[in-house]
């Protein structure tokens, strides 16, 4: 009889963990991984890329250091569409494959809830490639001070005040002495600008821990405009709600990071989604299709308690894929297949390499502490994922010094 075939799309950290775990149970399964690159990039990182920080090799590996080619196949391909009902995939290059068992972990694009503009004119942070834009794009501008004296050449503004904007400011704010050094260009004229829609910043933490980092941020030079809805933006400028009348800042560089839906293929492939996420059921698969599993960033798990659901983050992707060998397994044998639960370790927002701020297993944190706890939960992941190989070459071991 011939082997049951299980499709894993995205090598992200929802589809490589489940990859990994699966792999370790030697299920006698046939394994397709379907990934657009050949290698897996940490997208928790992708703000130190962004801010020239550090180099795309420092948070990137090799798909093929976790793929076992005994029982797994690796296609580095784009997924085009799901086709549920007919149980294949279509790729960009590779045309159609069939699966038996499918999980779904093709990860997030940037939001834009449609505001005029964002999408031409706004720098999104969601892979290498764009992640590497912003950096190429901060340096093109400062360059081009030199040329023109126009003072919007160094005016950033970052959209939003989320963790991934507030990480980036940490980052970018951390690496302007050296752009001022290599550029030659007058820091007092540089503007760093961040705009939220809402009233109130990093909500989640106690206002005392908030304080704490969003003024080691104003100390750097950030401006933080808050309550102050984004309306349009155009190549040089952000338009945004004061009040009842609408202000603007001039940038040449516009950073988008007002949030994340999931991929557009769940919507393409017809899965009741919202925002590209899709509602699971407890044990991960999704309602009417139970040989699909939707794990990370394209999921929505609910939070019985609140009624919403949780935030997409790596930690729960981790351990969704972590679930999913389990259940996979189940599935397999003719058992039950389990419940996912989910405990966060707790939330650390980095400001830049040494700051941060967070909460982890009930205890707040500042500082350098919460820096290196930061990096330690990294490291550990990272470890379990992509093994020892990963973590001596991507580790982050300047805490120990
Ligand atoms: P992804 O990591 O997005 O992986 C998806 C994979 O699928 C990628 O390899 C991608 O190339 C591939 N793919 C996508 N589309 C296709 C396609 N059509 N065909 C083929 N392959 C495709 N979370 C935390 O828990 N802690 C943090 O500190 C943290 N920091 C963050 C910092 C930043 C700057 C950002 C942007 C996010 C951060 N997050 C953090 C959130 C976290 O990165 C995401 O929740 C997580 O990456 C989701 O994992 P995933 O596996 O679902 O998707
Ligand atoms: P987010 O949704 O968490 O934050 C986006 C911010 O943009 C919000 O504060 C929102 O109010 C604001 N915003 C939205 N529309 C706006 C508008 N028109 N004008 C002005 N402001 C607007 O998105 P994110 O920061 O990209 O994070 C995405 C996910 O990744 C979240 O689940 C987050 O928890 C996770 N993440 C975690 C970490 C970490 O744990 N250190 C770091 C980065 C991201």
Redesign the pocket.
């Known amino acids: 009889m011939s082997k049951e075939k299980v499709v894993i ?7 490589l963990r489940s990859l990994k775990e699966i792999q370790k149970k030697n299920l006698n399964v046939d394994i397709t991984l ?4 050949d290698y ?2 940490e ?2 990182y ?2 130190e890329v962004a801010s020239g920080a550090q180099p795309p090799k420092k948070i990137c590996y090799p798909v093929k250091d976790v793929v076992d080619p005994k029982q797994t196949t690796f296609i580095q391909d ?2 085009e569409v799901i086709n549920k009902d007919q149980k294949t995939v279509t790729l960009a290059n590779n045309g159609d494959i069939d699966y038996d068992y499918l999980v779904v ?4 694009e940037s939001e834009t809830f449609g505001i005029k503009g964002a999408a031409e004119n706004g720098l999104e ?1 969601v ?1 290498i490639p764009s992640a590497l834009a912003i950096d190429r794009h901060i340096n093109e501008q400062f360059a081009k001070y030199n040329e023109t004296k126009d003072e919007s050449y160094l005016s950033i503004v970052v959209c939003g005040a989320g ?2 904007s507030i ?1 980036f400011l940490g980052e970018i704010t951390d690496q302007l002495p050296r752009l001022v050094s290599q550029y030659q260009v007058p820091a007092d004229k540089i503007q760093l600008t961040c705009i939220e829609a809402m009233p109130t910043l990093l909500p989640m933490f106690p206002e005392k821990l908030t304080k704490y980092g969003i003024d080691k941020l104003v100390e750097r030079g950030v401006n933080f405009k808050i309550g102050a809805p984004i309306q349009e933006v155009t190549k040089d400028e952000v338009v945004y709600k004061a009040g009842d009348k609408n202000e603007s800042v001039k940038a040449k560089t516009i950073v988008w990071t007002t949030g994340v839906r999931g ?1 557009s ?1 769940i919507g393409r492939s017809g899965f009741d989604e919202r925002r590209g996420r899709v509602v699971v059921e407890k044990d991960l698969t999704i309602a009417g299709y139970p040989e699909i599993f939707m794990i ?3 999921s929505a798990v609910m939070d019985e308690e609140i009624g919403r659901p949780i935030p ?4 729960l ?1 981790l351990k969704q894929g972590d679930t999913v060998a389990e259940n996979l397994e189940a599935k397999l044998n003719g058992k039950e297949t389990k419940a996912f639960t989910f405990k966060s370790l707790g939330t650390v927002a980095s400001i830049g390499n040494k700051e941060a701020i967070g909460e982890v297993m009930g205890s707040y944190l500042k500082g350098y502490p919460a820096s290196a706890m930061k990096k330690v939960i990294a490291d550990r992941s990272l470890l379990k994922t992509g093994g020892v190989k990963a973590v001596v070459s991507k580790g982050r071991f300047d805490l120990y010094h």
Do not use: I, P
């Open positions: 799309l995205g090598a992200g950290y929802a589809g379907v990934n657009k690159n897996h990039y997208a928790t992708l703000h784009t997924v972990a093709l990860g997030f942070m892979d963790f991934t990480e991929s293929v990370g960033d394209v997409g983050t790596a930690q992707a």
